[in-house]
C-alpha cells in the first residue's frame, strides 16, 4: 500500500538552481495536488491536476511548473530557487466522480526544501 | 468566498482528559465535506475523522468524535482520553462538493501533558 509517495524527502539547493520534486500515487487517483507547508502556517494549493493532460494554478504559483503526463505521477519542478521557496511540500490526491467521492485527500509524507 | 477558521492556535489537555478543538467554516453550498487532519512531528498529514454535510449524524472513530451543528456551522473536534501520541498540528478542511478547492484552517497546536 504506497499511496502517495514523494522523493526527494530532504533537498538543499542554492540560489538560482532548479530542481523536480517527484510525485506518485498508486491508487488511481484523478486529482492530484501541490501544497506548501511555511513554519507554523497551514497549507497553501501551489497547483493541481484534474486528470491526466490537465493541470492548473492555485493560490500561489509563481515560481512553480507542474505536468501531468499520466494518472500516477505530479512532478513539480522549481525554475530558478529563491530563498523564499523554502518551505515543506505535499502532494496529496484524492479520487472523485460526477461529484461523487469520500472526499479524502491523501498525503504523500512531504519533502523539506531549503534555498540558500 | 468559501473560509475555514481555527480560532484556537494551541491547546493542552491532560493525559486521559477530554479537548475538543473548534472548527467554524463559511459556506453557501448545501453539499460539502469536513475533515479533521492531523500532523504530528512526523509532519505526514493524517486524516482523523470526515463528515458528509448531508449527514445528521454526527462522525466517530474510537476516542474521536466530532460535533457537526451545519446551521451554525461549526465542526468541533473531541479528543476523549487523551493520549501522549494525541499531540499534533490539527488542521480543519473542508471541499464542496464537486469541486477541487480543499480549503484548510491555520490548525491548532494540541499538547498533551503527561
Known amino acids: 500500500n504506497a499511496g502517495v509517495t514523494q522523493t526527494p524527502k530532504f533537498r538543499i539547493l542554492k540560489i538560482g538552481q532548479s530542481m523536480t520534486l517527484q510525485c506518485t500515487q498508486d491508487m488511481n487517483h484523478n486529482y492530484m495536488y501541490w501544497y506548501r507547508q511555511d513554519p507554523g502556517m497551514g497549507l497553501k494549493l501551489i497547483y493541481y491536476s484534474v486528470g491526466a493532460g490537465i493541470t492548473d494554478k492555485g493560490e500561489v504559483p509563481n515560481g512553480y511548473n507542474v505536468s501531468r503526463s499520466t494518472t500516477e505521477d505530479f512532478p513539480l519542478r522549481l525554475e530558478l530557487a529563491a530563498p523564499s521557496q523554502t518551505s515543506v511540500y505535499f502532494c496529496?490526491?484524492?479520487?472523485?466522480?460526477?461529484?461523487?467521492?469520500?472526499?479524502?485527500?491523501?498525503f504523500g509524507e512531504g519533502s523539506r526544501l531549503t534555498v540558500l | 468566498a468559501q473560509t475555514v477558521t481555527q480560532s484556537q492556535p494551541e491547546m493542552s489537555v491532560q493525559e486521559a482528559e477530554t479537548v475538543t478543538l473548534s472548527c467554524t467554516y463559511d459556506?453557501?453550498?448545501?453539499?460539502?465535506?469536513l475533515f479533521w487532519y492531523k500532523q504530528p512531528p512526523s509532519r505526514q498529514m493524517i486524516l482523523v475523522i470526515r463528515q458528509e454535510a448531508y449527514k445528521q449524524q454526527n462522525a466517530t472513530e474510537n476516542r474521536f468524535s466530532v460535533n457537526f451543528q451545519k446551521a451554525a456551522k461549526s465542526f468541533s473536534l473531541k479528543i476523549s482520553d487523551s493520549q501522549l501520541g494525541d499531540a499534533a498540528m490539527y488542521f480543519c478542511a473542508y471541499i464542496a462538493s464537486g469541486t477541487y478547492k480543499y480549503i484548510f484552517g491555520t490548525g491548532t497546536r494540541l499538547k498533551v501533558l503527561a
Open positions: 459556506t453557501s453550498e448545501s453539499d460539502y465535506y
Open positions: 496529496a490526491s484524492s479520487y472523485w466522480s460526477g461529484g461523487l467521492g469520500t472526499g479524502e485527500l491523501f
